[in-house]
């Protein structure tokens, strides 16, 4: 099993411009996860989803959409990419609610 | 509002050391209680998750503990090595949170010096 996957793995935006960063896990888990990593600060949770087709806003969603119309793939969106979404951004799957979170290699994003 | 902290935020060893993390977290409805590790620009990797119910979890040389009355959990590593070089998250999952949601602490950065 490849666990959880992210890809890319590095991306550099301008301002304003749009992306969007993929997930998938292979452990047919139902919860997932999107967190932001800032430098020197904990993880936060920006969306999360209980399974296909069930989002919900974390702790820090502005800027950002998610769709999870598959149990594998959770996209993270950004629309008009900001200076304040530089960031490491995670993907966590997890098999229940209160569960062990697996996380993928994440994807760190610079925006000029 | 739960909030995880670790402190300290960097520690330094010698090789063959015993330590101990620590992590304090200021709501006791805790679920369970997560311990990663984080290499220089990678994931995060589960080390051990202690549930609610339990005092402490083992895995090889590390061992967890939860004291919820307290609101701490410790992270003993025994005798360490370099390898074991990294930054130590913790993160509780409360009840009622956000469906499972882990809040984290910023990290201890550990180093074991040969």
């Known amino acids: 099993n490849a666990g959880v996957t992210q890809t890319p793995k590095f991306r550099i935006l301008k301002i304003g411009q749009s992306m969007t960063l993929q997930c998938t896990q292979d452990?047919?888990?139902?919860?997932m996860y999107w967190y932001r990593q800032d430098p020197g600060m904990g993880l936060k949770l920006i969306y999360y989803s209980v399974g296909a087709g069930i989002t919900d806003k974390g702790e820090v969603p502005n800027g950002y959409n998610v769709s999870r119309s598959t149990t594998e793939d959770f996209p993270l969106r950004l629309e008009l990419a900001a200076p304040s979404q530089t960031s490491v951004y995670f993907c966590?799957?997890?098999?229940?609610?209160?569960?062990?979170?697996?996380f993928g290699p994440g994807t760190r994003l610079t925006v000029l | 509002k739960q909030e995880v902290t670790q402190i300290p935020a960097a520690l330094s060893v010698p090789e063959g050391e015993n330590l101990v993390l620590n992590c304090s977290f200021t709501d006791s409805a805790i679920y369970n209680l997560q311990w990663f590790r984080q290499d220089p620009g990678k994931g995060l990797t589960s080390l051990l998750l202690i549930q609610s119910s339990q005092r402490e979890q083992t895995s090889g040389r590390l061992n967890a503990s939860l004291d919820k009355s307290s609101g701490r959990s410790t992270l003993y590593i025994a005798a360490s090595q370099p390898g074991d070089s990294a930054t130590y998250l913790c993160a509780a999952s409360n009840y009622g949170g956000s469906q499972g949601n882990l809040i984290f602490g910023k990290g201890t950065k550990l180093s074991v010096k040969p």
């Open positions: 966590a799957s997890s098999p229940g609610q209160y569960n062990e979170q697996f």
């Open positions: 452990m047919n888990h139902n919860y």
